[in-house]
């Protein structure tokens, strides 16, 4: 049997979060997640998919990106080929079949983005793809699942990312900066939580631990400056384009 993975979606959009935000990026979200954080977004993708040949999921990827590749562009000289591909989920290292995937997206020549929670083994993902690793902070209701061996795994062209949706998010990701040095590993990202809709509360989410104070941007942004926080702070740019609750953008 051909290797598979099960797919909830594959789309072209663009870039709404990292270094990389702005930028043309194919997006291949997996089905399947093990960490149900009171924030997410896509509670959508735990069970929705369908299982495809990883040929099937490589040719779609050329199929959205043949119109940038007909005339050879990049975003810059000497940047990456666009559109970027972005593996995110649900969590894709939870699918063994998303590493060979990877591996053959860099090998065609696009630059490589995984969306991860921080709590899988990052060390086996191919050392071309960029990795935007979470460390999940405290009002996810996953802070326990953090998997701090990954933080020796990092290398310049990763990133990561804290969620922040209260002071306490904020106030404990400040002290893991300081105390494993994280600046120096690689690019940090600060994610004001976008409230979810009513109808995007999925029941299996964890609640918001009790005592957390919630966290408006204006004061995440004025607490970052204020302390000389070494991150850059970032909105999910596709919440603002479009629909909040929009799939497939």
């Known amino acids: 049997m051909s290797e598979r993975l099960v797919v909830n979606e594959i789309y072209l959009s663009l870039q709404g979060e990292s270094t990389f935000a702005g930028l043309p990026c194919v997006f291949i979200r ?6 149900r954080c009171s924030y997410c977004d896509t509670a959508y993708a735990f069970t929705e998919g369908k299982r495809r040949p990883l040929a099937e999921i490589l040719a779609d990827v050329e199929r959205l990106a043949a119109p940038y590749s007909a005339g050879g562009q990049r975003s810059a000289v000497g940047g990456p080929r666009l559109p970027l591909v972005e593996l995110t989920g649900g969590e894709p290292l939870l699918q063994p079949n998303a590493l060979p995937l990877m ?4 090998d065609a020549g696009f630059t490589v983005l995984l969306e991860t929670s921080g709590a899988l083994d990052i ?4 050392a071309r793809v960029r990795r935007i690793m979470d460390l999940k902070c405290p009002s996810s209701g996953e802070v326990e699942r953090n998997r701090w061996e990954n933080l020796k795994h990092l290398k310049a062209t990763d990133e990561i990312k804290f969620v922040i949706g209260t002071l306490q998010d904020y106030e404990w990701a400040k002290e ?8 120096a590993l690689c690019p940090l990202l600060m994610s004001w939580v976008t409230p979810l809709q009513p109808h995007q509360q999925d029941k299996v989410l964890k609640p918001v631990p009790a005592g957390q104070t919630p966290i408006t941007r204006l004061d995440l942004v004025e607490r970052i400056i204020a302390d000389a926080l070494p991150v850059r702070f970032q909105l999910q740019m596709h919440k603002i384009v479009w629909a ?6």
Do not use: E, S
């Not at 591996?103 to 860099?106: D, E, I, K, W």
């Not at 893991?176 to 600046?183: C, D, E, P, R, Y």
């Not at 909040?244 to 953008?249: C, K």
């Open 244 to 249: 909040p609750d929009q799939r497939g953008v």
């Open 176 to 183: 893991q900066i300081t105390k494993h040095q994280l600046a």
């Open 30 to 35: 997996l089905t399947a997640c093990n960490l």
């Open 103 to 106: 591996q053959r997206l860099c």
């Open 123 to 126: 060390a086996p993902v191919d």
